[in-house]
């Protein structure tokens, strides 16, 4: 899938063609010096399109307008924006509508510097691109998980929620792109690791992703706080502010340009903000840049004590953004003498790292050192062209029936044929008493008597036709009552189980094995598996809702088969749980697709 990706900032408007799921980009540009003499640059183009215009309106609809152009041989499926702020609102992708811009506009109190840029953005793609989805993604998403004790300010508790003052934290795409990625690298999952993760680029950030969720983050209600970054100052003590106020006797707009634009990097090298001319000017001899580079590797090396702490440990700590991901100078400071939180950095290692478009994450660690070092290329252009595809595809499915109708099976017994002769007789053939929904099977007439070590249950029903395996199909509450441990199996998989006697009227059998509480599951044709893209042997969540109460059942295993109807099989027990009885239905909720499906109200139809 296409998707057209636009990130509009004060600086730069960037905008990409990218094929979601092989990264690919289709087609790159950039639009700089947005204030005097703006030029389209695109990716592979020598020659810089001037693009004059006077105000950021006019020289954004001539981007996307030469974009358009550019363009028209391209499917795009969808247009994702980068928006900073999403406040308390927004804790994932969203399509835009009136309501969503409006929300964003609102916003742009608390992100003045971008969210009414991001908001241009969308409006004037929009008439570009009309017919289909616009997708937001925000900055502040991935840190909507962060406790209440992470967010908030020891401020007056009104003074803070009339001005929506807490910790958002920003860079959220990039964070958790690149938790993912340090994840896939070794071999696990974001929900096994507690990861630590340095964005350090011209705005810099770090995040503890516990478990895959933020649980802290340095940048707070604004991209101001927290590390030393290229222009802004990071962590300061607020009294400086209110002295600055007094003695130089600033407005409040020359505060914000002397801790946004004219400190940090700047503010101590005395030489601007690129990383790279500091570290050569430090490594000629230079004071103050020898001095902004321990301070920015000292804020970073303070964090990650801070958040190991926070988590209790830490398996691996990332560095990315242009410093994180090129500079081996940075990434010595920052991890010499972490030795006791079991992080030990390999020189060569180090040294020799080189991401590129085929290597994106390297590792830097020594073999022995518990905590993984990790330097890994973000990509929030493509984090952003992958969750808008996604979310597209989620309400693609939405308007899908992903109702799955229920039985409930009661207990039962399916047979051999030498069993079933042992118990009524030589030569006696099951009769059907009435067809089930499963194509070829059947409930008989005959019936037989369970016994186990402590009871018996009668009047069982035999399911036809006969198989070579004898099964004997029970719930919980019968194995309590009958004394029998039957463990939870797929149908047909009786090795090892428990036994028991059948009576019938002529006879008993002795089955050794075959008692099992059958797992509950989901029969289902291969187009069926197509729509709910599920594949046989798919372990998914299914919730039923009756009487207004909803109940999930998790654990619920996929079988396919073209032989097979679409029908949900659980016992009396958990039918009973759920206060259902045969004809009611659930709804699949696939575990990555869970909240996406329940965000959209999706649910059980009864
Ligand atoms: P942005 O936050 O604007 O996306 P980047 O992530 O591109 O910025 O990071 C820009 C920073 O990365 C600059 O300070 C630049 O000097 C620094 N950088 C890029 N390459 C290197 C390098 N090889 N060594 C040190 N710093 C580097």
């Known amino acids: 899938m296409n998707l057209l990706v636009i990130n509009c900032g004060s600086s730069s408007i960037k905008a990409e063609i990218i094929e979601s799921i092989s990264g690919k980009r ?22 810089p399109i001037p693009c004059p215009g006077r105000s950021f309106k006019e020289i954004l ?18 247009v994702g924006h980068r928006v900073v702020h999403g406040g308390e609102d927004f804790d994932g992708p969203v399509m835009i509508d009136a309501a969503v811009e409006q929300k964003i506009e609102e916003l742009s109190a608390l992100a003045p ?40 300010y020891a401020i007056d508790k009104k003074v803070a929620e009339r001005n929506g003052i807490r910790r958002y934290g920003f860079h959220g795409t990039s964070h958790e792109f690149v938790a993912n990625q340090a994840a896939r690298f070794l071999k696990s999952e974001t929900r096994s690791l507690r990861l630590i993760t340095c964005h350090l680029g011209n ?14 983050t340095s940048m707070g209600m604004t991209p ?38 004219e400190s940090g990097l700047k503010g101590l090298s005395g030489i601007g903000n690129d990383m790279r001319d500091i570290i050569e000017r430090a490594s000629e001899g230079d004071a103050d840049c020898r001095l902004a580079l321990n301070v920015f590797s000292h804020q970073v090396r303070k964090y990650i004590g801070a958040y190991a702490t926070v988590m209790g440990g830490v398996d691996a700590i990332i560095f990315t953004g242009g410093i994180g991901e090129n500079s081996a100078v940075v990434r010595h400071r920052v991890c010499q003498r972490l030795d006791f939180l079991g992080a030990v950095l390999d020189e060569d290692k180090n040294r020799d790292i080189k991401l590129t478009d085929d290597i994106k994450v390297e590792e830097f660690s020594s073999d022995y050192s518990r905590v993984k070092l990790l330097a ?26 992903l109702s799955i109708p229920i039985a409930i099976s009661a207990r039962h017994v399916h047979l051999t044929q030498e069993t079933v002769e042992q118990l009524f007789g030589e030569g006696y053939q099951l009769t059907e008493y009435k067809p089930l929904s499963q194509p070829g099977q059947f409930a008989c007439n005959e019936k037989v008597t369970i016994v186990g070590p402590k009871n018996q249950i009668e009047r069982v029903r035999i399911l036809g036709p006969t198989r070579p395996k004898d099964q004997v199909e029970i719930s919980r509450t019968d194995e309590f009552f009958l004394g029998i441990d039957a463990p939870i199996r797929q149908s047909g998989h009786t090795e090892n189980s428990p036994g028991c006697t059948l009576i019938g009227p002529k006879g008993k059998a002795i089955l050794k094995e075959g008692v099992i509480c059958a797992w509950r599951h989901i029969h289902m044709t291969p187009e069926d598996a197509e729509r709910f893209q599920v594949a046989d042997k798919d372990i998914v969540d299914v919730e039923v809702k009756s009487n207004g109460r909803s109940l999930t059942f998790g654990n619920v ?18 039918g009973n749980a759920a206060e259902l009885s045969s004809g009611a239905e659930g709804t699949l909720v696939s575990t990555e697709g869970e909240a996406m499906l329940k965000k959209k109200n999706v649910h059980f139809v009864s």
């Open 557 to 574: 295993m996929i079988r396919v088969s073209p032989k097979y109807k679409l029908e949900m099989h659980i016992d009396t027990d958990e």
């Open 224 to 261: 101001l706080e927290g590390l030393v970054m290229g222009t802004r100052v990071g962590d300061i003590d607020p009294g400086i502010l209110i002295h600055l106020l007094k003695k130089e006797g600033w407005s409040a707009d020359e505060l914000d340009t002397f801790l946004n634009k």
């Open 376 to 401: 890994v290329a973000t990509d929030e252009q493509l984090a952003i062209a992958r969750s808008s595809a996604k979310l597209i595809l989620e309400m693609d499915k939405v308007n899908i029936d």
């Open 113 to 152: 510097l971008h969210n009414p840029l991001n908001l241009m953005g969308i409006q004037v793609a929009k008439q570009f691109y009309p017919d289909i989805p616009h997708i937001a993604i925000f900055d502040t998403a991935f840190h909507q998980t962060l406790s209440k004790r992470a967010q908030v």
């Open 61 to 78: 609809e001539k981007t996307i307008r030469s974009l358009a152009e550019h363009a028209k041989n391209i499917t795009i499926s969808g």
């Open 26 to 47: 289709a087609l790159s540009l950039k639009v700089e010096r947005l204030e005097d003499n703006p030029q389209i640059i695109y990716d592979g183009e020598e020659q």
């Open 203 to 216: 705005g810099c950030s770090m995040t503890a992703v516990e478990y895959g969720r933020s649980i802290e």
